[in-house]
């Protein structure tokens, strides 16, 4: 899991940043732990179906 701070290395294309938006406004899921998180795993459920490697 990426905390708040972790640099992420490569680019991300607009349709990418729109569903890093969507995925960001479903908030963060609750544990027992800690029921009103700020960091953490989405509350909405979250699939990578592909990811691509450009060699430059």
């Known amino acids: 899991m990426l905390q708040c701070g972790d640099p992420i290395f490569g680019s991300v294309d607009a349709a ?5 938006d969507r995925i960001a406004a479903g908030g963060v899921a ?3 732990d800690d ?3 700020v ?4 509350a ?3 699939r ?3 990811a691509l ?3 430059h």
């Open 44 to 46: 909405l459920p979250v």
């Open 35 to 37: 029921p009103a998180p």
């Open 53 to 55: 490697r450009h060699h």
């Open 16 to 20: 990418g940043l729109a569903t890093l």
């Open 30 to 32: 609750p544990t027992a």
């Open 48 to 50: 990578i179906h592909r």
């Open 39 to 42: 960091d953490g795993a989405p």
